[in-house]
């Protein structure tokens, strides 16, 4: 009993113990069918994704009723860099900001398993002069600039956004975001040079908040803009 019992603790130790978190969640999640039938929703439904680094976690909300809704929160098993987007190829960061992803940015053959390009850089990006490549959602828990979901996770994220794909949506928006822009967090990062970058991200969380649906984006004289105008270039479009 005793020596049963030791090889059990250890198990624990350097088995389970020692994956990471985001490991452990997905191994106690119930089926995804069954989550989707509780919550009212179905395989093929519009997906919206929010990331938010400072809490570790990716969103996945699904539309229904012209309304996006949570179905499922993964937490990020690994991202790069700190807070603050990503500036120029090789920094090591994690970009933030509004991405918008194709069917064409999708990767089955990943070798973290599964991927997708978010479309770094984009509009605004490409207007600041920030540079960067290959900037992924993927398996594994490894990240050079990417976000790591574990393989488990990247397969429901990449899974229902292909079904979502399938079923005519033409792309899937993904907001980027430092933290969640609530007043407080905004003040308690006031001493950041990026302060001011994460202030104009705030809008569109707020508009999302509103509407339940993810705000249209333009980058306008080297500014996030959320209704075009004269000089603005389409971040994304309308979802």
């Known amino acids: 009993m005793k020596l049963l019992a030791a090889l059990s603790l250890w198990g624990f130790l350097f088995g389970q113990g020692d994956k990471p978190a985001a490991e452990r969640e997905s191994a106690v999640r119930p089926p995804i069918e069954q989550r989707l039938a509780k919550a009212g929703l ?38 790069s860099g700190d807070l603050g987007p990503k500036v120029r190829e090789g920094d090591h960061q994690a970009p933030e900001g509004f991405y918008a992803v194709t069917p064409g940015q999708m990767n089955p053959h990943s070798k973290y398993h599964k991927a997708f390009n978010l479309g770094f850089p984009n509009a605004y990006d490409r207007a600041m002069g920030r540079s960067g490549s290959a900037l992924m959602v993927h398996g594994a828990c490894g990240s050079v600039g990417c976000y790591a979901m574990t393989d488990p996770g990247i ?64 980058s306008c004289q080297g500014r996030y803009a959320f209704v075009t105008g004269p000089g603005c270039q389409t971040v994304r479009a309308a979802t």
């Open 155 to 218: 397969d429901e994220i990449y899974d229902l956004m292909s079904d979502a794909f399938a079923r005519g949506q033409g792309q899937v928006a993904v907001d980027i975001l430092p933290f969640r822009m609530t007043p407080a967090n905004l003040a308690a990062h006031a001493a950041s040079p990026w302060t001011g970058f994460w202030r104009s991200l705030a809008p569109a969380d707020a508009q999302f908040r509103t509407s339940g649906r993810p705000a249209p984006v333009f």
């Open 42 to 79: 179905h395989r093929g439904d519009p997906v919206f994704i929010r990331i938010f680094k400072q809490d570790n976690r990716l969103e996945l909300w699904l539309a229904e009723g012209g309304r996006y809704r949570l179905f499922q929160t993964y937490p990020i098993c690994k991202w």
